[in-house]
T-cell receptor, first 109, second 115 residues
């Protein structure tokens, strides 16, 4: 069935470093790839997304890349700050979202 | 900024009881969804709803589950006879019509505890 694998499960970085989270998906029909940030006790918050006709998208310190051939997509956060600490989920979508298992990012001052 | 709201934030119920989880989607959105997240696990799709009918549902969404849009603003998830394994966070989401139809915005969730 449809599946999204996400790595790493935990990521610890120093403030100012970059963080990279990677996902692979199985359904070649997937055409939309959002990333969500979930803080403790809150719902997932959409932070950036990319569609299948685009290879890269950037929004300030956050960028996403997509390799449709390899069915890989990645989230890149530069100049990390302590407030970036959260659980990040990737997802792949035709209509419904299929989520990865999440990455717990800790940014240490 | 418009947001999805959900009530209650926490619901505790006895096994076998019925629960109704309520959501108010973003006002101009036309697609509605329910997801659940068991503690420590990934977010799982339950059901999508468009034009007053279910458009897709997962294997989890069995006969014990139902959804309804009783008026122009609310979207509800009913679990008829709760089981222990229904304990989870339940998230409602909505998305607009048009080319952004799959940009889903999530509510804060309802934590359901079945005792």
């Amino acid at each position: 069935g449809e599946n999204v694998e996400q790595h790493p499960s935990t990521l610890s970085v120093q403030e100012g470093d970059s963080a990279v989270i990677k996902c692979t998906y199985s359904d070649s029909a997937s055409n939309y790839f959002p990333w969500y940030k979930q803080e403790l006790g809150k719902g997932p918050q959409l932070i950036i997304d990319i569609r299948s006709n685009v290879g890269e998208k950037k929004d300030q310190r956050i960028a996403v890349t997509l390799n449709k051939t390899a069915k890989h997509f990645s989230l890149h956060i530069t100049e990390t700050q302590p407030e970036d600490s959260a659980v990040y989920f990737c997802a792949a979508s035709t209509d419904k979202l299929i989520f990865g298992a999440g990455t717990r990012l800790a940014v240490h001052p | 900024e418009p947001e999805v709201t959900q009530t209650p934030s926490h619901q505790v119920t006895q096994m076998g009881q019925e629960v109704i989880l309520r959501c108010v989607p973003i006002s101009n959105h036309l697609y509605f969804y329910w997801y659940r997240q068991i503690l420590g696990q990934k977010v799982e799709f339950l059901v999508s709803f468009y034009n007053n009918e279910i458009s897709e549902k997962s294997e989890i969404f069995d006969d014990q589950f139902s959804v309804e849009r009783p008026d122009g603003s609310n979207f509800t998830l009913k679990i008829r006879s709760t089981k222990l394994e229904d304990s989870a966070m339940y998230f409602c989401a909505s998305s607009p019509d048009g080319e952004s139809y799959n940009e889903q915005f999530f509510g804060p969730g309802t934590r359901l505890t079945v005792l």
